[in-house]
């Protein structure tokens, strides 16, 4: 694991939890930092595979806002959210870089629970209710687990 990729993520992560739209240009030297550091361990080519789960990412949860499962206190996801997303998709390879089942089975359950904490501390609410909100969270971040499995397993381990 690169520790300095973990750190920068939580970095933007708790940025995200805290301070939410307020914290964009924070979390926008926290990617810049994270794309530096993967660039540096995995070469350029790593970014193709990013940006694609930070798209998928931004869709999932765009269309969670427009479905009335998440909302924040704006219409539409939160540029900081996207910025989330982004640098969620930078850790992802060096998570890939873990024994086999380690990284879908993390991604698959610490999505949901970052979205239940976030609900909880008011950054956006889970609608109807937290467990609803839950049971259509859990099989897309599933989903998306997998994906992210299957474009970074063979290239970043």
């Given at each position: ?15 995200a939890f805290f301070w939410g739209q307020q914290a964009v240009m924070f979390m926008a030297l926290g990617l810049v930092g ?75 359950v610490m999505g949901p629970v970052s979205y239940y904490l976030a609900s909880l501390a008011q950054v956006f609410a889970i ?31």
């Amino acid at each position: 694991m690169q520790w300095p990729v973990l750190l920068l993520f939580k970095l933007n992560w708790l940025a995200a939890f805290f301070w939410g739209q307020q914290a964009v240009m924070f979390m926008a030297l926290g990617l810049v930092g994270l794309v530096a550091l993967q660039v540096r361990r995995y070469q350029w080519a790593v970014l193709i595979p990013c940006a694609m789960l930070s798209v998928v990412g931004v869709i999932l949860d765009f269309s969670l806002v427009k479905m009335g499962v998440l909302s924040f206190s704006s219409p539409n996801l939160p540029l900081f959210m996207m910025l989330l997303w982004a640098s969620f998709a930078l850790l992802l390879p060096s998570l890939a870089s873990f024994p086999k089942p380690f990284m879908p089975l993390f991604v698959a359950v610490m999505g949901p629970v970052s979205y239940y904490l976030a609900s909880l501390a008011q950054v956006f609410a889970i609608q109807p209710d937290a467990i609803l909100g839950l049971l259509i969270l859990f099989p897309l971040w599933a989903g998306f687990a997998y994906l992210a499995n299957s474009l970074l397993e063979k290239r970043y381990v």
